[in-house]
């Protein structure tokens, strides 16, 4: 699962640009951070349309390709965080990887609920405009409490995860995380809305990181961190809206 790699974004952390200073050479810009993120965002697309249309033709080979994805996927997301340096190929890497998953799972939902897919991808990109318009306007910022309670918040999120993890290889889940209950429903609301909360950090750190002159490879490690909340909210999209669609 995307969202067990985050932490309040394990990838972008107050410690993320030291040792990372551009010392000759171009630095870090915005543009190019948002140049690199769309990048990212065109691999995953490409691989999860291969998926996509495996689950139709193929979809015998998918769960292959869709655990091969989730897999790679995490382990590229971990060489990226503890080297910074290689983001540049291992960010695209990871990227791939999780188009392969995405792909896949969105595809095997959207035959169960037709058109799931489609909602999930365009509240995704909705929500992440809101947030982007509340950051650069000034109306939502990074202040230090409201980064406390979402770390706090996040990381009260992946411990629930991680312990439905665990009880799962003895046969049992957390209820609620799975229920299409009002309380169930109500879980899922606010996991998205923790995710998004997380974009305001993604953005804080990408312009700390500008303004700190980091290393031109930076770019690829910023757009990294931000695909790393897109996935884990386009996710949590998918699961909230099944859980209204089973009602």
């Excluded at 640009?17 to 990212?40: C, I, S």
């Excluded at 995490?74 to 990871?94: H, M, Q």
């Excluded at 996991?191 to 290393?215: K, M, P, R, S």
Aim: glycine fraction near 12%; proline fraction near 3%; aromatic fraction near 12%.
């Amino acid at each position: 699962m995307p969202g067990l790699l985050k932490t309040s974004n394990p990838a972008l952390n107050a410690k993320t640009f030291e040792g990372h200073v551009a010392v000759a050479g171009e630095a870090m810009t915005l543009q190019g951070t948002v140049n690199k993120t769309g990048f990212l965002l065109f691999c995953a697309s490409a691989t999860a349309a291969y998926t996509w249309h495996l689950v139709r033709v193929q979809p015998e080979s998918v769960a292959a390709w869709m655990w091969g994805g989730l897999i790679g996927g995490l382990v590229f997301a971990l060489v990226t965080i503890f080297k910074k340096e290689w983001s540049p190929v291992t960010a695209t890497i990871y990227a791939l990887c999780e188009g392969l998953a995405l792909g896949g799972i969105s595809a095997v939902l959207n035959t169960a609920y037709p058109g799931i897919a489609i909602e999930a991808l365009g509240l995704t990109a909705a929500v992440t405009v809101v947030m982007l318009l509340l950051y650069t306007s000034g109306m939502v910022r990074a202040t230090p409490k409201f980064t406390i309670g979402v770390i706090a918040a996040t990381g009260g999120i992946f411990l629930f995860y991680m312990i439905d993890l665990v009880m799962g290889f003895f046969g049992h889940h957390i209820s609620l995380l799975y229920s299409n209950g009002p309380v169930g429903i109500g879980i899922g609301v606010l996991i998205v809305i923790v995710a998004a909360l997380n974009l305001i950090l993604d953005f804080d750190f990408v312009e700390t990181g500008v303004h700190a002159g980091a290393a031109k490879y930076m770019e690829w490690y910023g757009a990294f961190g931000i695909m790393v909340t897109l996935v884990w909210m386009y996710v949590e999209m998918l699961r909230l809206l099944s859980k209204i669609r089973s009602r």
